[in-house]
């Protein structure tokens, strides 16, 4: 069965540090990993996926096969930031689904 | 181009009432899926279509029913509903399967007293 732990429920942070939130996963197959965010008054929508291996709105994630792990990282948290996160892993096949994690709430103070 | 909508965008309804809830996209995409969002829960999937004319259940599919109408349309329905289902419900749809990015709709915010 495929599991994914995002073991905080709320990191706050302040403006310029660096922020983690932590995704760890459960898969014996090979992972298709996401972020998925939620600003505040708006629609769920991707952040990024470990296949594309981008850098978005300064947001960065490696998959660690070994630790089985997609933590999110930023160097330096900004205002806008401050969202919930959350952590999805696929399956294999043309009629894969997604399985998120419980998200992670980041606030961003001054 | 209105991406995924869904109709109403809140519901109170009394236990043992019935209702559904409508999701459609005008981006021609062949996968369809409706999640819960609760507290603490993160979003569980209730039912999914990974393309017209199919249904697969998810991870919380009991008490719900699905139809997808045609390949724009997929809809939820609660025959009779109760107050742990009373969460905000997101339907989503993606070019082909899960693993390509899923499109969201605004949610509907469903009361079961």
């Known amino acids: 069965a495929q599991r994914v732990t995002q073991p905080e429920k709320l990191l706050s942070v302040f403006k310029g540090a660096p922020v983690e939130l932590k995704c760890n996963y459960s898969?014996?197959?090979?992972?298709?990993l996401f972020w998925y965010v939620q600003y505040s008054r708006q629609r769920l929508q991707l952040l990024l996926r470990?296949?594309s291996r981008e850098s978005i709105k300064g947001f960065t994630a490696d998959l660690n096969k070994g630790e089985t792990s997609f933590h999110l990282k930023k160097p330096f948290a900004q205002e806008e930031d401050s969202a919930m996160y959350y952590c999805?892993?696929?399956?294999?096949?043309?009629?894969?689904?997604?399985?998120f994690g419980t998200g992670t709430r980041l606030q961003v103070t001054l | 181009n209105a991406g995924v909508t869904q109709t109403p965008k809140f519901q109170v309804l009394k236990t043992g009432q019935s209702m559904t809830l409508q999701c459609a996209q005008d981006?021609?995409?062949?996968?369809m899926y409706w999640y819960r969002q609760d507290p603490g829960m993160g979003l569980r999937l209730i039912y999914y279509?990974?393309?017209?004319?199919?249904?697969d259940k998810g991870e919380v599919p009991n008490g719900y029913n699905v139809s997808r109408l045609n390949k724009r349309e997929f809809s939820l329905r609660l025959e009779s509903a109760a107050p742990s289902q009373t969460s905000v419900y997101f339907c989503?749809?993606?070019?082909?399967?899960?693993?390509?990015?899923?499109?969201f709709g605004p949610g509907t915010r469903l009361t079961v007293l």
């Open positions: 989503a749809s993606s070019m082909e399967g899960g693993n390509n990015e899923q499109f």
């Open positions: 898969y014996s197959g090979s992972p298709e």
């Open positions: 470990h296949i």
């Open positions: 999805a892993l696929g399956s294999s096949g043309t009629a894969s689904k997604l399985t």
């Open positions: 981006m021609n995409h062949n996968s």
């Open positions: 279509s990974a393309s017209e004319g199919t249904t």
